[in-house]
């Protein structure tokens, strides 16, 4: 039988964020590595027929926490024998924390880093992975980053996004412009409150939700109920559907 979980609003993940870090003592760097391999993994087996090996593919990132786990999911890809390339929203210098500690760990493995750019003369792509901007967003995509998103909209290449499609309002459910058109979605931590809205299906694609190691009685601390305790008890990644009642099943 399908089992019901609970939407998060951009509150509640904020808190959830938090508590993991203060109370848990569970590290960013920990939470993005976790994000990371689910996004690879779940790559792999979508879109990559079970091995990325000889496989050209793009990575999309902003300077934030998503883009962080964007280049986590492009080291290891790399590492699992795809050709990856990835562009970047801001310069080197601009990036900090542990976002910047995931770009060096790239520099140093000599995986090409493009810096304010759009992709050109690649090649055929496999796959574009979205990691541009993440549940935090403020306003309708500018600059580079919009270029990046109109860039990734009319590729014949499958889009992977990690967390929310860039361009979607979490909270909301709505999707500005312009905004990414996924053909799939690793969300983390739990489905957001506004995917329950028809209007931006098209944008996540078929969604799945990732186990990035959230103990289950932080939920249930920042007030969010539903059977979230065994979610990931056979598998770390799992597909989310939803029922006409646009609960999320899974």
Not at 45 to 64: C, E
């Amino acid at each position: 039988m399908a089992a019901t979980i609970p939407f998060i609003t951009t509150e509640q993940m904020i808190e959830v964020d938090r508590a993991m870090i203060e109370d848990y003592h569970i590290d960013l760097v920990q939470m993005m590595e976790n994000a990371g391999r689910n996004l690879a993994h779940l790559a792999r087996q979508q879109f990559l027929d079970g091995s990325p090996q000889n496989k050209t593919i793009i990575v999309l990132a902003g300077r934030g926490g998503n883009g962080g786990g964007a280049l986590v999911c492009a080291r290891r890809l790399h590492n699992w024998g795809a050709s990856v390339h990835v562009f970047l929203t801001k310069s080197r210098k601009s990036f900090t924390g542990v976002p910047a500690h995931q770009l060096d760990i790239l520099d140093r493995m000599n995986i090409p880093l493009i810096f304010g750019k759009i992709p050109l003369a690649i090649g055929k792509t496999h796959l574009i992975v979205d990691g541009l901007i993440g549940y935090s967003l403020s306003g309708a995509p500018r600059g580079l980053t919009a270029k990046l998103i109109e860039w990734a909209n009319v590729q014949p290449a499958p889009v992977l996004a990690l967390d929310v499609p860039s361009g979607i309002d979490a909270t909301k459910g709505i999707a500005l412009r312009p905004c990414i058109i996924a053909d799939a979605t690793l969300t983390l931590a739990l489905p957001k409150i506004g995917f329950k809205s028809p209007a931006i299906r098209k944008n996540i694609g078929k969604l799945f939700l990732a186990d990035i190691s959230v103990p289950p009685e932080l939920f249930i601390k920042a007030g969010i109920t539903g059977r979230i305790k065994h979610v990931f008890t056979q598998e770390d990644i799992i597909r989310v559907k939803f029922s006409a009642e646009t609960n999320s099943k899974i």
